[in-house]
């Protein structure tokens, strides 16, 4: 299929259908309300279902319901919005069922502006909700990344019948780039006959629930959880390196959009004379830490930095991926203040003693 220039916030929408998603709920909120107007035209065209709902309280437990009968099904939202949809997240969670979620970061805390930043990866990586619960969380750099990672996410949480997110700021959404649709690609086929809610003739009803009274019940539901995700924290690390290949001084960890800045800057300092790698995540959840400790775990690496649009999330992860084998640093801004390639570099000749 031949490339189309898209806006990231349409082209989520588009790759959305094309991995069989034929339902979506939402509720409208800058800087991702293209992905609803989109939809509004889009998802008749395809005999989908496309409902405004009255609020992301209610989009979230729309999605809750219509993911319990195996439907493929996705909410859009920014920040705070994610933030009222938490609780149905942990339900979602708790219950095993798939859905994707995609957060167009606004930044924070409060209400928050809609220029770039990468604010909320404490509140997608930790859990924006209650109980022990987690997220398989895709953070693209690209629009082009955005329709894969979305077709992905589908993927993703029908195999581990677990809530998806899709994390981006304001550029991701709003910038427009050429993208390519996979004619041949095909939603990965899942049994989901063993819980799904379709009718119960000839067979035991099936019947989702999230409550577990008894305390034993609820502490072996959640050892169970636990060693889903540590399939998933074993199956799904997914990363990038870039410039890794000889005696690099200082490595850069950054994601998203930041780490297209990064690229530039590590371009920068080959000119100075300074060797700079960089690891980017490219999920968030789970984390590259092996990936990251054995870029950072060098003979030749002086230090670590952590290069982010908020004001020092990702930087305890890649800590503890380090293990204290280097030292760690952060720089950010926040606010929608995007790090200038000057600024990055000025840390990059501070920690490789080039001052």
């Known amino acids: ?41 889009r998802m008749p065209q395809v005999n989908g279902a496309f409902l405004q709902a009255e609020s992301e309280l209610a989009a979230a437990n729309m999605i809750f319901g219509a993911s319990g009968t195996g439907a493929r099904v996705f909410t859009t939202s920014s920040s705070p919005g994610i933030s009222l949809m938490s609780e149905a997240i942990s339900y979602i969670a708790a219950a095993e069922l798939p859905a994707v979620f995609v957060n167009i970061i606004r930044s924070g805390p409060g209400l928050g502006g809609i220029l770039p930043a990468q604010s909320d990866y404490f509140q997608a990586t930790k859990g924006g909700g209650h109980g022990d619960y987690r997220l398989i969380v895709l953070a693209p750099a690209t629009v082009q990344e955005a329709v894969d990672m979305m077709m992905t996410a589908f993927d993703l949480a029908d195999e581990y019948r677990n809530p998806v997110m899709l994390i981006g700021d304001g550029l991701i959404g709003q910038m427009m780039e050429p993208v390519e649709f996979p004619e041949n690609w095909k939603p ?10 379709e009718g119960a003739k000839g067979r035991t009803p099936h019947i989702i629930k999230t409550l577990f009274l008894d305390a034993a019940k609820c502490d072996a539901h959640n ?14 690390q997914r990363w990038e390196d870039w410039n890794l290949d000889g005696k690099y001084e200082v490595l850069l960890v ?4 930041m780490s297209r800045i990064c690229k530039t800057v590590i371009e920068d300092m080959a000119a100075e004379g300074i060797k700079v790698g960089l690891v980017r995540p490219k999920s968030l959840y789970p984390f590259p830490s092996e990936a990251i400790y054995r870029a950072a775990n060098k003979p030749h690496v002086k230090a670590v930095l952590s290069v982010e649009m908020n004001m020092g999330q990702m930087v305890e992860d890649v800590e503890r991926a380090v293990r204290f084998t280097k030292p760690v640093s952060w720089y950010g801004r926040a606010g929608g203040v995007i790090p200038t390639p000057e600024e990055v570099a000025a840390q990059i000749r501070k920690l490789a003693g080039r001052t």
Not at 188 to 197: G, Y
């Open 1 to 41: 299929m031949a490339k189309k220039l898209m806006k990231g916030a349409e082209a989520i929408g588009e790759a959305a259908i094309w991995a069989g998603c034929r339902a979506y709920f939402c509720y409208p909120i800058t800087p991702q309300t293209e992905v609803a107007e989109y939809l509004s035209r």
């Open 188 to 197: 990965k086929t899942v049994d989901k006959s063993a819980w799904v809610t």
């Open 223 to 236: 050892h169970h959880l636990a060693e889903k995700y540590r399939r998933v924290v074993e199956k799904e």
């Open 254 to 257: 950054s994601f998203g959009t």
